[in-house]
């Protein structure tokens, strides 16, 4: 396995050409009907997926939260399985800048980590034909079990998460559960537990802030982490048909009744004082760290929470995620329901010179002991339903396989939109998230905002749309 390190150079190079691509908005991405000169070989009990042996592979990993020693490993255990291959490897930040020059001239890595802040749209890679279909995958074997599919190892709900129009294109790799998150030392030390009703949030708030204690931080320059919670509660209130009306940009989806009444509740957290004070201007580490110093009692937050603080987190600090409150005794969804989905999206370009080896390449980090390598090293859970098993886990991970192991398979839901148009989230209801924080507008104001953001989206014709079924 060669490794190579992207340049600053190369990066600016990447960039400059990636803008040019964003402004003239019509260029190709590399996209097609056949992949023109990928590298076949026979197909085979032992080679399902019909890798050329002695084509080399080339994976580019987001060098984020999660690092690229973990990736390492994967391509290890690639080259013992095709020793007559080598993988180039390379990690970056810059995944768009890097990369979507790669795509429009039609020279794409063969295996793609496209996550992070600068990650390639995935509306425009998909409308644009430029991803490789995964099927072939879901139906290979496992490496683990040769009378099991690979689709039949994976969490509920993976395979929806990263199929357009019918076709799976994108392999969430880690598995995150969404939660609101505590110090449980911090808890016992008050005699405070977590509360499972809205109601009992507010009191237990006002008791927190008498304390001198903030009950609450987040981060104001990501406020779309709090748009988490709020959804997840209209979800356990109104039902997943909610989320499945906003997914589809249905007309009024974000004035329901569910998401009115959600907003409503959590918008209290802003008007009664219990949010920590300069919280607006902080990123996700900053607030992450306020908390993990004791500033706050609360944070709204994904499984990698623990992984992403590690290095400032308190000796027997003991993070622990819970779902969040019931809003109501009506609610469709119990108290135990919890958003699940995946993250860490891996593509395969239509385009790859080696797309087969790219298949391979997934369905080794999908076995059982590419998972659980992934999980030991970077303390976050993978999509491989029971890949944790064995591994020493931290107190976060523990309380995050509990809420999962508690809720089923039922009462584990997500959303797509964010997936299907990630401008929708990461910029527009993100504002309006911050706006009402911030109290620049009110919880109406938030649903208004929200819905003309969603009418934008589905108005505009040149933005390719998906339906959720």
């Known amino acids: 396995m060669s490794g190579t390190t992207i340049s600053r150079r190369g990066l600016l190079q990447g960039g400059a050409a990636a ?32 890798v050329k042996e002695d084509a080399p592979l080339e994976v580019v990993i987001f060098n984020g939260g999660f690092g690229e020693e973990y990736a390492k490993a994967h391509e290890t255990m690639y080259e013992q399985r095709h020793p007559q291959s080598t993988v180039k490897h390379s990690a970056t930040q810059q995944i768009s800048q890097t990369l979507q020059p790669r795509f429009v001239a039609g020279d794409p890595p063969d295996v793609v980590n496209n996550s992070g802040g600068n990650q390639i749209d995935f509306n425009g890679l998909v409308s644009q034909g430029a991803l490789t279909d995964l099927g072939d995958l879901l139906e290979a074997p ?30 969430n790799y880690a598995y995150s559960a969404y939660a609101i998150w505590q110090s449980d030392k911090l808890f016992e ?38 748009s ?38 959590w918008s209290q957290l802003a008007t009664d004082g219990f949010l920590q004070p300069g919280a607006e201007g902080m990123d996700h580490i900053q607030a992450q760290t306020e908390w993990c110093n004791g500033k706050a009692a609360f944070i709204s937050c994904g499984s990698w929470l623990e992984n992403e603080q590690k290095k400032v987190t308190p000796p027997g600090f003991r993070m622990s995620a819970h779902p969040t409150p019931s809003l109501s005794s009506a609610d469709k969804l119990p108290f ?18 080696n797309a087969r080896g790219g298949l391979e390449y997934l369905r080794v980090m999908l076995s059982r002991q590419g998972a659980s ?25 523990t309380s995050v396989t509990k809420m999962i192991d508690t809720a089923g398979d039922a009462n584990t839901f997500n959303w797509l939109y964010n997936a299907y148009y990630r401008k929708l989230e990461r910029e527009l209801v993100n504002a309006a998230t911050a706006d009402l ?31 959720r079924a």
């Open 142 to 171: 496992s490496l683990d079990d040769p009378a099991k599919k690979v689709k039949d190892t994976l969490r509920p709900g993976m395979v929806e998460l990263g199929s357009y129009d019918g076709k799976f294109l994108s392999l």
């Open 189 to 226: 030390a008050r005699g405070w537990e977590y509360p499972k009703t809205w109601d009992q949030m507010i009191a237990l708030c006002r008791q927190i802030k008498a304390a001198g204690i903030a009950p609450w931080t987040y981060t104001g320059v990501h406020a779309r982490y709090m």
């Open 437 to 467: 924080l911030a109290k620049r507008i009110t919880a109406a104001g938030w649903v208004t905002k929200c819905q003309q953001a969603a009418d934008s989206i589905a108005q505009d014709p040149s933005i390719k749309k998906y339906k």
């Open 228 to 265: 988490w919670p709020i959804l997840a509660s209209a979800a356990k209130l109104g039902g997943v048909e909610v989320l499945k009306a906003i997914d589809n940009l249905e007309p009024n989806a974000w004035k329901h009744d569910a998401v009115k009444t959600a907003v409503d509740a």
């Open 373 to 397: 390598d992934f999980t030991r090293k970077v303390s976050s859970l993978t999509v491989v339903t029971g890949s944790s098993d064995g591994v020493e886990l931290g107190p976060g991970l």
């Open 336 to 353: 135990q329901a919890f958003r699940g989905t995946g993250s860490e999206p891996f593509i395969v370009p239509q385009k790859a010179k």
């Open 19 to 50: 803008g040019a691509a964003t402004a003239l908005g019509g260029c190709a991405m590399g996209g097609g009907d056949e992949n023109e000169g990928g590298a076949k070989g026979d197909s085979s009990a032992v080679n399902p997926l019909g």
